[in-house]
Each structure stands twice: as structure tokens, then as C-alpha cells.
């Protein structure tokens, strides 16, 4: 059996646990940073550090849903390491994200987060044309 998919558990287990602890910053920050008097004020810095946050768990996810099915697909074994590099490639999109929140959100930021979702698709596209050429039953 090809384990081509172990790479992307461990990206996905370790991109969620960025993820948990970064949501655990903001939610513990929250009183802090984003209430002032009884209104809620969401600013630029803190929005980039929650989108960091919410776009790593569903990457994080998919990472761990390419890690179950990229050995069952119709792939030759290049296309497989392809979908999974790929995979984990997606995962720099939180973390661009991240990055521009944390560097203060400045609006000459470079789009970090580009190569993030060029991967997510090529992954999708990949695994799309793999799950179509599997056999029946």
C-alpha cells in the first residue's frame, strides 16, 4: 500500500492545533482588543488573525480528508505526490493570513495567501479526475 497520505494527517493535525491555539489567542484577547465600551470593534489587524484562524481548520480538515482517500484514487503514483504536496501547500493560506494580521495589516501586504489557493485547486482538480476514474464496487 502507498501511504502518500500520512504527510498530509500530520500537516492537517498540526495545522489544526495552530489553528486551535490561534483561535484560543483571540478568544482570550477578546475583552482586550475587540470590545470598547459595550461595543464589539472588529479592526483590520484582528480580522486578517481570525480569517488566519477560521481558513485553517477547514484546511486543515481537507488535509486530513486528502490523508484518507489519496491512496484510493485512480492516480498514477506522480499525480498522487502532486495532490498531496498540493494539499499541503493550501495550508499557506492561514498562515499568510496570519501573517498580515500580525504584521499589522498593512495594505501593500504581498499576496502570500496566492500559492495557498493555487494548491487547494490543483488538489480539488486532482482528486475530482482520480475519484471519476475509480471502478465501481
Given at each position: 500500500?502507498i501511504?502518500?497520505?500520512?504527510k498530509?494527517?500530520?500537516?492537517?493535525?498540526?495545522a489544526m492545533?495552530?489553528?486551535?491555539?490561534?483561535?484560543?489567542?483571540?478568544?482570550?484577547t477578546f475583552?482586550?482588543?475587540?470590545?470598547?465600551?459595550?461595543d464589539?470593534?472588529?479592526s483590520l489587524?484582528r480580522?486578517?488573525?481570525?480569517?488566519?484562524?477560521?481558513?485553517?481548520m477547514?484546511?486543515?480538515i481537507?488535509?486530513?480528508l486528502?490523508?484518507?482517500?489519496?491512496?484510493?484514487?485512480?492516480?498514477s503514483?506522480?499525480?498522487?505526490?502532486?495532490v498531496?504536496w498540493s494539499a499541503?501547500?493550501?495550508?499557506?493560506?492561514?498562515l499568510?493570513?496570519a501573517?498580515?494580521?500580525?504584521?499589522?495589516?498593512?495594505?501593500d501586504?504581498?499576496?502570500?495567501g496566492l500559492?495557498?489557493v493555487?494548491?487547494?485547486?490543483?488538489a480539488?482538480?486532482?482528486?475530482?479526475a482520480?475519484?471519476?476514474?475509480?471502478?465501481?464496487?
Amino acid at each position: 500500500m502507498i501511504d502518500t497520505g500520512k504527510k498530509n494527517l500530520i500537516a492537517g493535525i498540526v495545522a489544526m492545533l495552530l489553528a486551535m491555539f490561534g483561535g484560543l489567542a483571540l478568544a482570550f484577547t477578546f475583552d482586550a482588543f475587540a470590545v470598547r465600551g459595550n461595543d464589539h470593534v472588529l479592526s483590520l489587524v484582528r480580522f486578517y488573525l481570525r480569517e488566519g484562524h477560521s481558513h485553517g481548520m477547514p484546511l486543515a480538515i481537507f488535509n486530513m480528508l486528502i490523508a484518507l482517500w489519496v491512496d484510493r484514487v485512480e492516480l498514477s503514483r506522480t499525480l498522487k505526490q502532486v495532490v498531496s504536496w498540493s494539499a499541503i501547500c493550501s495550508l499557506i493560506l492561514p498562515l499568510a493570513l496570519a501573517m498580515k494580521g500580525a504584521a499589522g495589516a498593512p495594505s501593500d501586504f504581498p499576496p502570500l495567501g496566492l500559492p495557498g489557493v493555487l494548491g487547494l485547486a490543483l488538489a480539488l482538480s486532482l482528486m475530482l479526475a482520480g475519484a471519476i476514474r475509480m471502478k465501481r464496487g
